[in-house]
């Protein structure tokens, strides 16, 4: 049975052979289509200096078509110009800011059935998109990327989707902290608890981190406004959730759970609840010495050596 690189290897001499053939006498949107699918392949391969060049060749044929009067469908605008974007970003942020921004201007003529996309590649690209925002400091330029994600999400009654839109309403969240609005981040950050809480009660969520992600948002917010029972409540809620991953040996961020306890840990002191806040503080030690354990004995590092006794050796 042929590999995932045999299947890329082919494909992209099939789309060579195409993107050659088009060149010497093919319509403008049989090789811009070429050039697209060639540049995904190659994306995929790695070579992604090739790949921008193909998109910069589907670009200039979008523009050129557009000048002309020629309607370009806007799932090859959209495609294009996400695509180059996203192989830009290790290089140069501005320049795949640029390009989303220009993509975002199709957005709302994008949907299911347009070229190259249906519903689940539209909230895809735009979860990716708006993610590629956020973590670049640009929230401002994810709104419209959530909105439409929202827009195609909102209202799916099946798992994929519900929990797609609990990932768009966390990255709204994150979006609206971000810029201020703390008002509406609350309110989204609580309605992505809902979905996700009902996802998990129903055995259907896929990511319990994104639920964790979610609590701990959620009380960062509560703490701000000063609404202090909230924030013991929704930070009880993302430990008890870590905490059971860690009983099961599923928790990657042990450091996140120690940190959630230490924090919870000082709120407690400044009510002067010193017994709950001993109960915390004395977790996020056993947390902390649980860490060491593991990275020494991952490390085939012996817990119980003498360090002194070996630097007094090393002096004889």
């Given at each position: 049975m042929?590999?995932?690189?045999?299947?890329?290897?082919q494909a992209l001499r099939e789309?060579?052979?195409?993107?050659?053939?088009?060149?010497?006498?093919?319509?403008?949107?049989e090789l811009l289509d070429a050039y697209i699918h060639r540049g995904c392949v190659l994306s995929m391969i790695g070579s992604f200096v090739s790949a921008i060049t193909d998109f910069d060749e589907a670009i200039e044929i979008i523009t050129a078509m557009e000048d002309s009067g020629t309607s370009v469908d806007s799932g090859y605008f959209v495609k294009a110009y996400t695509s180059r974007g996203a192989l830009e970003i290790e290089k140069s942020v501005k320049s795949m800011a640029d390009d989303y921004r220009v993509a975002a201007s199709r957005?709302?003529?994008?949907?299911?059935g347009s070229k190259y996309y249906?519903?689940?590649?539209?909230?895809?690209?735009?979860?990716?998109?708006g993610c590629d925002l956020v973590d670049s400091d640009l929230a401002s330029d994810a709104i419209p990327y959530i909105e439409k994600a929202l827009s195609v999400?909102?209202?799916?009654?099946?798992?994929?989707?519900?929990?797609?839109?609990?990932?768009?309403?966390?990255?709204e969240g994150q979006v609206r902290m971000d810029t201020e609005d703390f008002e509406k981040a609350a309110e989204v950050f609580d309605e992505s608890?809902?979905?996700?809480?009902?996802?998990?009660?129903?055995?259907?969520?896929?990511?319990?981190?994104?639920l964790v992600s979610a609590y701990v948002s959620r009380g960062d917010l509560a703490e701000d406004a000063g609404d202090?029972?909230?924030?013991?409540?929704?930070?009880?809620?993302?430990?008890?959730?870590?905490?059971?991953?860690?009983?099961?040996?599923?928790?990657?961020?042990?450091?996140?759970?120690?940190?959630?306890?230490?924090?919870?840990?000082?709120?407690?002191?400044?009510?002067?609840?010193?017994k709950t806040a001993e109960k915390h503080l004395m977790r996020q030690v056993a947390i902390n010495l649980h860490g060491a354990k593991d990275y020494m004995d991952g490390n085939g590092i012996d817990r119980h050596t003498d360090y002194g006794s070996e630097r007094d050796g090393d002096d004889e």
């Open positions: 042929p590999t995932v690189d045999e299947h890329l290897e789309y060579n052979e195409k993107v050659n053939a088009l060149e010497d006498g093919g319509s403008p949107q957005l709302g003529d994008l949907k299911d249906d519903t689940k590649d539209i909230a895809e690209m735009c979860l990716d998109c999400l909102v209202g799916k009654d099946d798992p994929w989707s519900r929990n797609r839109y609990m990932e768009a309403c966390d990255l608890l809902r979905v996700g809480e009902e996802l998990r009660a129903e055995g259907s969520l896929e990511d319990i981190m994104e202090m029972d909230l924030y013991f409540d929704v930070r009880d809620k993302a430990i008890a959730i870590m905490e059971d991953l860690m009983d099961r040996d599923d928790l990657d961020d042990t450091e996140l759970l120690a940190n959630l306890h230490g924090e919870v840990a000082q709120a407690y002191m400044k009510r002067n609840d010193m």
